[in-house]
């Protein structure tokens, strides 16, 4: 079965920066592009970034324009989020998946930013 597995978040000062790792299992990961989503309290999950097959990406939300880098690696399965110049408004657990195929959600990384 597909599993997704997100880490790297944590508690972070507003203007620091984070790298996100999600580790994908159960599926041909070269495949499939690849998305981070995000999901705020009170809030619908959203995407955030997108990296195609071979690494062509798009930064589909507005306000991280300019603060976040999706990345892959296809050899170790997994896709990356580095994210800089972090902002109190960023506070959301994250999450990845295929872009145009819906597998079961992982667990998520929660990242707080916050002084």
């Known amino acids: 079965q597909v599993q997704f597995v997100e880490s790297g978040g944590g508690l972070v000062q507003p203007g620091g920066s984070l790298r996100l790792s999600c580790a994908a299992s159960g599926l041909i990961f070269s495949n499939y592009d690849m998305s981070w989503y995000r999901q705020a309290p009170g809030k619908e999950r959203e995407l955030v970034a997108s990296v195609t097959r071979v690494g062509g990406i798009a930064v589909n939300l507005d306000s991280v324009k300019g603060r976040v880098t999706i990345s892959r690696d296809n050899g170790k399965n997994t896709v990356y989020l580095q994210m800089n110049n972090l902002k109190p408004e960023d506070t959301a657990v994250y999450f990845c998946?295929?872009?145009?195929?819906?597998?079961?959600w992982g667990q998520g990384t929660q990242v707080t930013v916050s002084s």
């Open positions: 998946n295929a872009r145009f195929v819906r597998f079961r």
